[in-house]
């Protein structure tokens, strides 16, 4: 359970890259550039908020995760 | 150690727990009524307070002034937790019922844009800031302040009580709404009537106020001042401490990110789809929804007290498979209940009256199509087979919401040391609720929105609509956090308690 729960460390990562990249390429970006003052605040929530919460925090998880800091001790 | 001792403190006795409960409970209560009549009333407010040249523009505008409520929570959540952990958890969280009831009956009192244009909407937005920042701070003040009274084998059931706050609170604004709503003229309310949910909230507020300020401090917390050892930078050691940040990070991303998206889903989302995606009557949803949140209000507890025996784990991840496994079925029913298309139509019924088109099917439901300039507004009322079916559908969701929500709090009390417990909890807590719950329905919406609009656009190209079922495509928000959150719950997260004491 341990060796799972390390090499998952590595798909949290990628999850959180991903999640990263969705909500920066195809959602903040074209709400940025759309020039309407109604997709300003879901593009600021993307950006500000909610990608640093997803990719960030998913990232830092599964970094510990690969360590081995939420392994069980035997 | 004796099993009603925490700690090294004597447990509180019976009569003083179930003040403690009650008290704690009846402020956080009022935190979530205060709260929600903003989202209940969001579309009077957005005519009220933002532009009234576009209503979708206004409609959006509140949306995100609701998603700014729940995105400044965990701002909220750091502020106080961060006191709470430094002065005590009565002091702070009687702070934010103040700060709560204020900025509630302060909405009820502001100006509409026609009166003082643009103040207005400025006004309600830094309002409904500080209502955030109050939720964050109140819950986990009150959660902490009844687990660290109560016996810790009773730990889950005692802070049930908390957990069934939220719903009784959009259940008692639902309720107060409907109410003020039938007492009036469609008028009055759309006039004046709107202020009075927030004016009420005042009322409550200093009765709330009254009681708390007779409560002791927790023991624990007092035990541990005594003994010099709490907290100097609760905010440093949280989260600039790699032992305790782990679990914050597992705390949210194994268990309130998923719980959060399937609260919403059950109790918001469901709210929002009958009335914007299936078309169903204001009132006859509020109906439905008060309905199913009145039945299953008693399973928070049962499952706070569940937890108590089989463990917070295996509850609250049952809650979350099953909600990822049954929503598409469960909304796609609702939207079949709601479909007049498929209805038998009583062709004798129909009438017009000036712009009004009504119509009546065999199963007791009406539907009525009001053209203002282009749009078309269509409104379904149910019959009551279909009433009762949805009602149904709605309470399965709510009582997922009681499996994965009764034993959080508990759940998270014991994730982390009295020093810094009001900090560390508070964050993910509120993350996984404001952020990744609260802006469900304005995501879900959108999905919807987008499907419905990619198949127009294909429709009148080549008569091929891409999604098959555009109304369900909202619910791969939920079902996509609540799975990632059901499989690194599953592998990393503990049946037992980390920091019982």
């Given at each position: 359970?341990?060796?799972?729960?390390?090499?998952?460390?590595?798909?949290?990562?990628?999850?959180?890259?991903?999640?990263?990249?969705?909500?920066?390429?195809?959602?903040?970006?074209?709400?940025?550039?759309?020039?309407?003052?109604?997709?300003?605040?879901?593009?600021?929530?993307?950006?500000?908020?909610?990608?640093?919460?997803?990719?960030?925090?998913?990232?830092?998880?599964g970094w510990?995760?690969?360590q081995?800091?939420?392994?069980?001790?035997? | 150690?004796?099993?009603?001792?925490?700690?090294?403190?004597?447990?509180?006795?019976?009569?003083?727990?179930?003040?403690?409960?009650?008290?704690?409970?009846?402020?956080?209560?009022?935190?979530?009524?205060?709260?929600?009549?903003?989202?209940?009333?969001?579309?009077?407010?957005?005519?009220?307070?933002?532009?009234?040249?576009?209503?979708?523009?206004a409609?959006?505008?509140?949306?995100?002034?609701?998603?700014?409520?729940?995105?400044?929570?965990?701002?909220?959540?750091?502020?106080?937790?961060?006191?709470?952990?430094?002065?005590?958890?009565?002091?702070?969280?009687m702070?934010?019922?103040l700060?709560?009831?204020?900025?509630?009956?302060?909405?009820?009192?502001?100006?509409?844009?026609?009166?003082?244009?643009?103040?207005?909407?400025?006004?309600?937005?830094?309002?409904?800031?500080?209502?955030?920042?109050?939720?964050?701070?109140?819950?986990g003040?009150?959660?902490?302040?009844v687990?660290?009274?109560?016996?810790?084998?009773k730990?889950?059931?005692?802070?049930?009580?908390?957990?069934?706050?939220?719903?009784?609170?959009?259940?008692?604004?639902?309720?107060?709404?409907?109410?003020?709503?039938?007492?009036?003229?469609?008028?009055?309310?759309?006039?004046w009537?709107?202020?009075?949910?927030?004016?009420?909230?005042?009322?409550?507020?200093?009765?709330?106020?009254?009681?708390?300020?007779?409560m002791?401090?927790?023991?624990?917390?007092?035990?541990?001042?005594?003994?010099?050892?709490?907290?100097?930078?609760?905010?440093?050691?949280?989260?600039?401490?790699?032992?305790?940040?782990?679990?914050?990070?597992?705390?949210?991303?194994?268990?309130?990110?998923?719980?959060?998206?399937?609260?919403?889903?059950?109790?918001?989302?469901?709210?929002?789809?009958?009335?914007?995606?299936?078309?169903?009557?204001?009132?006859?949803?509020?109906?439905?929804?008060?309905?199913?949140?009145?039945?299953?209000t008693?399973?928070?507890?049962?499952?706070?007290?569940?937890?108590?025996?089989?463990?917070?784990?295996?509850?609250?991840?049952?809650?979350?498979l099953?909600?990822?496994?049954?929503?598409?079925?469960?909304?796609?029913?609702?939207?079949?209940?709601t479909?007049?298309?498929?209805?038998?139509?009583?062709?004798?019924?129909?009438?017009?009256?000036?712009?009004?088109?009504?119509?009546?099917?065999?199963?007791?439901s009406?539907?009525?199509?009001?053209?203002?300039?282009?749009?078309?507004?269509?409104?379904?009322?149910?019959?009551?087979?279909?009433?009762?079916?949805?009602?149904?559908?709605?309470?399965?969701?709510?009582?997922?919401?009681?499996?994965?929500?009764?034993?959080?709090?508990?759940?998270?009390?014991?994730?982390?040391?009295?020093?810094?417990?009001?900090?560390?909890?508070s964050?993910p807590?509120?993350?996984?609720?404001?952020?990744?719950?609260?802006?469900?329905?304005a995501?879900?919406?959108?999905?919807?929105?987008?499907?419905?609009?990619?198949?127009?656009?294909?429709?009148?190209?080549?008569?091929?609509?891409?999604?098959?079922?555009?109304?369900?495509?909202?619910?791969?928000?939920?079902?996509?956090?609540?799975g990632?959150?059901?499989?690194?719950?599953?592998?990393?997260?503990?049946?037992?308690?980390?920091?019982?004491?």
């Open positions: 359970m341990n060796t799972i729960k390390r090499i998952l460390g590595v798909v949290w990562i990628l999850l959180g890259l991903a999640a990263g990249y969705y909500l920066i390429v195809s959602q903040a970006i074209p709400q940025f550039t759309s020039g309407k003052t109604e997709d300003l605040v879901p593009a600021i929530i993307y950006t500000f908020i909610l990608m640093p919460i997803i990719t960030g925090g998913l990232c830092v998880f510990y995760a690969l081995g800091e939420y392994n069980t001790v035997e | 150690m004796d099993e009603n001792s925490v700690g090294g403190v004597a447990a509180s006795s019976k009569k003083t727990l179930w003040k403690v409960i009650g008290a704690s409970s009846l402020g956080t209560l009022i935190e979530w009524y205060d709260f929600y009549i903003f989202g209940s009333l969001a579309i009077v407010i957005s005519t009220k307070f933002f532009p009234p040249d576009n209503p979708t523009a409609f959006l505008s509140t949306l995100a002034t609701f998603a700014a409520g729940f995105v400044v929570r965990p701002f909220g959540a750091l502020f106080f937790g961060r006191l709470g952990d430094i002065i005590g958890r009565k002091y702070t969280f702070v934010t019922l700060l709560m009831g204020l900025s509630t009956c302060a909405i009820g009192l502001v100006p509409g844009y026609q009166t003082i244009g643009f103040a207005a909407p400025v006004l309600v937005l830094v309002l409904r800031l500080l209502q955030g920042l109050a939720l964050g701070g109140e819950y003040g009150a959660a902490t302040y687990a660290e009274h109560s016996e810790p084998h730990r889950g059931f005692r802070t049930s009580w908390i957990q069934t706050t939220a719903t009784v609170g959009l259940f008692i604004s639902l309720a107060v709404i409907m109410l003020t709503k039938s007492s009036m003229s469609a008028e009055s309310f759309d006039d009537g709107w202020r009075v949910p927030f004016l009420i909230s005042s009322v409550m507020v200093v009765v709330s106020y009254f009681i708390r300020r007779n002791d401090e927790s023991p624990l917390f007092k035990k541990a001042k005594s003994e010099g050892k709490t907290s100097s930078n609760p905010l440093k050691e949280s989260f600039g401490n790699k032992y305790n940040f782990k679990f914050v990070l597992l705390a949210l991303f194994g268990a309130t990110m998923g719980q959060g998206v399937i609260w919403y889903t059950g109790q918001f989302y469901a709210l929002s789809f009958l009335q914007n995606v299936c078309h169903v009557d204001f009132d006859q949803t509020n109906f439905i929804i008060g309905t199913a949140l009145l039945a299953g008693g399973f928070f507890v049962f499952f706070g007290w569940l937890s108590d025996r089989i463990g917070r784990k295996p509850v609250m991840l049952a809650g979350m099953l909600a990822i496994l049954t929503y598409r079925p469960i909304y796609d029913r609702m939207y079949q209940l479909d007049v298309t498929v209805k038998q139509e009583l062709v004798d019924q129909q009438r017009t009256e000036g712009n009004i088109l009504m119509k009546a099917y065999d199963d007791g009406t539907a009525t199509w009001v053209s203002e300039g282009e749009s078309v507004k269509q409104t379904v009322h149910v019959g009551k087979g279909a009433f009762f079916s949805i009602a149904l559908l709605v309470f399965i969701q709510v009582l997922y919401v009681t499996m994965v929500y009764g034993p959080i709090a508990a759940f998270l009390v014991e994730m982390f040391p009295v020093r810094i417990r009001y900090t560390s909890m964050l807590y509120h993350v996984g609720n404001g952020i990744f719950g609260g802006l469900l329905p995501v879900a919406t959108y999905l919807v929105t987008k499907a419905q609009m990619a198949n127009t656009a294909a429709q009148q190209i080549s008569g091929n609509a891409p999604y098959e079922k555009p109304h369900l495509e909202g619910l791969w928000y939920p079902i996509l956090i609540a990632v959150s059901f499989i690194i719950g599953l592998l990393y997260l503990k049946n037992k308690n980390q920091n019982v004491q």
